[in-house]
């Protein structure tokens, strides 16, 4: 039952974004480090960055910043002066930036065809749909839940709207496990390398090298990163 409503809100999450992020879109050059995004899931305005990352089919470091965490949020004030959410760094160009609207512009002048799509583009429509796929989710992944840190960096094959990956996402994030983000949304690049790595594709995909583990299933990946890292 409580996997039902767990399944049932985040499909209504990803419906109320009407997908976004589900299909690759018109990309343009390729970086060749991937970015860094400092978010958490439950936020509506890192919604929309993780949207367009999606969109954009490119690779991301993810640092989870929940509310309460230790680490990462930290470091953004440091970086940015601020605590605010999304917070994207761009090795690539050197740019490090606050305010959804403004990376979302930034993402698609830079990777894409600099057109943002209605869907991501400024205005009600966007923040409102953004704020009610949230409130499906109000609580998952917002705040921080004691655990520690893995020695070496996870991997996560997902996207957006994939209400599947949402549930390993939200974990990930309220355990602070920071993870670098394959996305694969369809028509993706990446989707041939899964298939290749894992046998078939299907998402959510998570790699674990501190344990040697590689596993589907969003209920079992949730319940390995639990036992795996959780403190309580
Ligand atoms: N206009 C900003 C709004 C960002 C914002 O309000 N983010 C919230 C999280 S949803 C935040 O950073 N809150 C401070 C905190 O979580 O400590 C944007 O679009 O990026």
Same mark, same amino acid.
């Given at each position: 039952m409580l996997r039902a409503l767990d399944v049932g809100t985040s499909i209504a999450?990803?419906?109320?974004?009407?997908?976004?992020?589900?299909?690759v879109g018109s990309l343009g050059r390729r970086p060749e480090q991937p970015l860094e995004l400092f978010e958490f899931e439950g936020c509506?305005?890192?919604?929309?960055?993780?949207?367009?990352?999606?969109?954009?089919?490119?690779?991301?470091?993810?640092?989870p910043c929940p509310k309460g965490g230790p680490r990462f949020r930290e470091q953004v004030k440091v970086q940015g002066g601020k605590y605010q959410f999304p917070y994207l760094v761009d090795p690539n160009t050197g740019k490090q930036m606050y305010e959804s609207d403004d990376i979302i512009a930034y993402l698609f002048q830079e990777y894409g065809d600099g057109a943002v799509p209605v869907l991501l583009s400024p205005g009600r429509l966007t923040d409102v @749909?953004?704020?009610l796929a949230s409130a499906w989710r109000p609580v998952f992944g917002v705040r921080y839940r004691p655990a520690r840190a893995p020695e070496q960096a996870l991997e996560l094959y997902s996207f957006e709207a994939s209400p599947y990956c949402r549930l390993v996402r939200e974990t990930l994030s309220s355990l602070e496990i920071p993870y670098l983000l394959h996305n694969v949304a369809k028509g993706s690049a990446n989707r041939p390398r899964?298939?290749?790595?894992?046998?078939?594709?299907?998402?959510?995909?998570?790699?674990?090298?501190? @344990?040697? @583990?590689?596993?589907?299933?969003?209920?079992?990946?949730?319940? !390995?990163?639990?036992?795996? !890292?959780?403190q309580t």
């Open positions: 999450a990803s419906l109320a974004r009407f997908g976004v992020g589900a299909r509506p305005y890192c919604r929309k960055a993780r949207e367009a990352l999606s969109v954009l089919d490119l690779e991301v470091w993810i640092r @749909t953004a704020m899964l298939v290749e790595r894992a046998g078939r594709m299907m998402v959510p995909y998570l790699v674990d090298p501190n @344990t040697g @583990t590689e596993m589907f299933e969003s209920d079992a990946i949730h319940r !390995y990163l639990v036992e795996t !890292y959780a």
